[in-house]
Nanobody
């Protein structure tokens, strides 16, 4: 079960910190991802990390967003700085064991999302 939080409305240039709390995780590895879906647009990858320490950012997230994970509380974070109106959208957290990711090339679990709105 994944639960996102931390969304809200900020002005352009502002910051937000999103959290994704993972409950009931029994896998020995984890691959986590953040996605954004803007109104009328397809789901777009934002950032990904693995329990082996690999981190990747997609598109405009590079240099502005930071993804991290606290294994003690099994929570993944997305720190977003210098937000732009085009960052507006519903942000979703996704998870899978890395074994599943390697085999299926997709995440297995998804949260309900948290809304981020950036005003100009």
């Amino acid at each position: 079960h994944l639960m996102e939080s931390g969304g809200g409305t900020v002005e352009s240039g502002g910051s937000l910190n999103l959290s994704c709390a993972v409950s009931g995780w029994t896998e020995s590895t984890y691959c986590m991802g953040w996605y954004r879906q803007a109104p009328g647009q397809e789901l777009q990858g934002v950032a990904h990390l693995t329990s082996m320490g690999a981190i990747t950012y997609e598109g405009s997230a590079k240099g502005r967003f930071t993804v991290s994970h606290d294994n003690e509380v099994m929570t993944t974070y997305l720190q977003m700085k210098n937000l732009r109106p085009e960052d507006t959208g519903m942000y979703f957290c996704a998870a899978a064991s890395c074994e599943f990711m390697v085999k299926e090339r997709r995440y297995l679990h998804w949260g309900q999302g948290t809304q981020v709105t950036v005003s100009s």
